[in-house]
């Protein structure tokens, strides 16, 4: 059973979504932030609705979102928002792209949904009560060998320019298949057992709260790449079904 967190959290997608293809379907107006990176109305206005939305049902909790920041609140819970991950794809009518909602309590991230309507993904997860897609229950591989694992990444000149490389390389060569998806998506195929591992060597809280959730919850491990705990600081991430975290860490890690 849905509690009212997640309830909330797919309705919230659900009315960002419609914004999201409104605007999808009609012409695209890009912006570039200060860092460079574009925004559109889409990404605002999504983002709007959501909090909008939560704060209905949930008056006194905060938030923290990519595109207006931390709006403090009077509880200890706090919601997490990508409006939509993947924005470059979306401006370029690529369909990989979603919206990422998660909730933290204490610095626990205890709930998250992940919407990807051009894919029919809706994938969700509270902690302690597994995680779903399209609300049918999924699980992660049972894939232990490194030569059949499939493994998906982020940009690869982000590895080059942390200095994690050789790394990424030498994991690549001795898998069986590497695919560089990016963004979310990465995420739901290691939850559903699509795929075996992700890493990635440059992202932000809002990229990877819900996914964290929902990967664990599916039965799978989630760290950053020195092996540590997810943190709003997290710049890097390992997610994988768990029996190959180890073995992954060892390529970034030569003391694990």
């Known amino acids: 059973m849905q509690s009212e967190f997640v309830k909330v959290a797919l309705d ?11 605007y999808y379907n009609g012409e695209i107006n890009v912006e570039l932030k200060e860092d460079e990176t574009p925004v559109t109305y889409a990404d605002r206005e999504a983002e709007k609705i959501i909090r909008k939305t939560i704060k209905n049902s949930f008056p006194d909790h905060g938030f923290l979102g990519e595109e207006f920041g931390i709006e403090k609140g009077e509880s200890s819970y706090i919601w997490i928002i990508d409006p939509i991950d993947a924005t470059k794809n979306y401006i370029r009518k690529i369909p990989i792209f979603g919206t990422q909602i998660a909730l933290m309590k204490d610095d626990d991230i205890i709930a998250g949904v992940s919407n990807a309507p051009l894919l029919n993904e809706v994938l969700y997860a509270e902690k302690g009560k597994g995680a779903y897609l399209n609300d049918h229950p999924i699980n992660v591989s049972d894939i232990s060998d490194l030569n059949d694992v499939m493994i998906c990444h982020g940009g690869i000149k982000w590895f080059v320019e942390r200095g994690t490389f050789p790394g990424i390389y030498n994991l690549i060569n001795d898998t069986a298949r590497s695919r560089g998806f990016g963004d979310f998506y990465m995420y739901h195929l290691v ?36 092996g540590n705990d997810i943190t709003t600081e997290t710049n890097s991430l390992l997610a994988t079904n768990g029996i190959l975290h180890k073995k992954i860490l060892n390529y970034f890690n030569e003391n694990t």
Request: hydrophobic share 55%; proline share 0%; no cysteine.
């Open 191 to 226: 939850s559903t057992a699509r795929a075996d591992a992700v890493i990635e060597a440059a992202i932000s809280i809002w990229d990877i709260a819900a996914i964290t959730v929902i990967v664990r919850e599916a039965g799978g491990t989630v760290t950053d790449l020195q």
């Open 12 to 22: 919230a997608a659900k009315n960002a979504e419609e914004i999201i293809l409104s």
